[in-house]
């Protein structure tokens, strides 16, 4: 996160003020006592901060992600409403190609589904520029990749990259209060020695490998969802599984 940070010009400073932020965030939201509202005194005591601190903090004005976040549901949802819904897929249960406007088996209607509000253009340049689509000559829309990664946005690259961050720490935070049979899947492989001279292989098998298993796990995840229209009434959650490779040139560094 340092060389992220420093990479990017992002001074000490202002690291510094979002975490004594983010500490005062999390004291308000998960360490209220039953029945009373938490006072800035309570939560001085519990960050270390002053009562100064906290409230200037609490007037902080911090990044808001939501939309960010938002598109990238969005476009995540659309691809896979095409995936996985069989009025989108031919005779051999695969995504067909589609025009871009129509009321049935179209992209504006595919958008329409599971778009929520958004109109068909701008999701459809943004799935064209992360190459998960691409327009035929005839004009017809292709799914050309069945998962969503911006290719240019670097905000949305490191929005993705604190969703998968951030869901790997409540897994562990999950597992240090829970064990036996409450704990969450939390497993790596690592190999000692591996020759330098075969890691662009061994990178390009684990992520062919990765990929796979991702694309099996998404189509039974698919499975156990409710309809969009029943999630509102029904008690839902949001679950799954990451996958990623990690390589250490130099031994005690990541």
């Known amino acids: 996160m340092?060389?992220?940070?420093?990479?990017?010009?992002?001074?000490?400073?202002?690291?510094?003020?979002?975490?004594?932020?983010?500490?005062?965030?999390v004291a308000r939201k998960e360490f209220q006592?039953?029945?009373?509202?938490?006072?800035?005194?309570?939560?001085?005591?519990?960050?270390?901060?002053?009562?100064?601190?906290v409230k200037s903090l609490t007037e902080m004005e911090t990044l808001d992600d939501t939309k960010i976040a938002e598109k990238k549901n969005r476009a995540v949802n659309i691809i896979n409403g095409w995936k996985f819904n069989k009025d989108f897929h031919d005779a051999y249960g695969e995504p067909i190609d589609l025009p871009f406007k129509g009321k049935e088996k179209s992209f504006e209607s595919l958008v329409k589904e599971y778009g929520g509000d958004i109109t068909p253009r701008p999701i459809f340049?943004?799935?064209?520029?992360?190459?998960?689509?691409?327009?035929?000559?005839?004009?017809?829309?292709?799914?050309?990749?069945?998962?969503?990664?911006?290719?240019?946005d670097e905000t949305q690259k490191l929005s993705l990259m604190g969703s998968s961050v951030s869901a790997l720490l409540h897994?562990?935070?999950?597992n240090i209060e829970n064990s036996g049979k409450k704990d969450f899947l939390q497993l790596s492989s690592t190999s000692l020695n591996l020759p330098k001279a075969h890691s662009p292989y061994i990178r390009n098998e684990i992520k062919k490998k990765g990929i796979a298993f991702l694309q099996e796990m998404d189509a039974w995840l698919a499975s156990q969802?409710?309809?969009?229209?029943?999630?509102?009434?029904e008690e839902v959650f949001e679950g799954g599984i990451s996958v990623f490779y990690f390589e250490e040139n130099d031994r005690g560094s990541k």
Do not use: N
Not at 33 to 53: A, C, H, M, W
Not at 225 to 233: I, L, T
């Open 125 to 152: 340049d943004e799935l064209v520029r992360s190459e998960s689509i691409e327009q035929l000559p005839g004009g017809m829309i292709r799914l050309k990749k069945d998962f969503f990664i911006p290719k240019e």
């Open 33 to 53: 006592i039953p029945g009373k509202k938490i006072s800035d005194s309570r939560i001085s005591v519990i960050t270390g901060l002053t009562r100064q601190e």
């Open 171 to 174: 897994t562990i935070d999950h």
């Open 2 to 25: 340092i060389r992220l940070s420093l990479k990017r010009g992002v001074s000490y400073g202002t690291i510094a003020d979002i975490v004594k932020w983010v500490f005062v965030d």
């Open 225 to 233: 969802v409710v309809e969009p229209e029943k999630a509102d009434s």
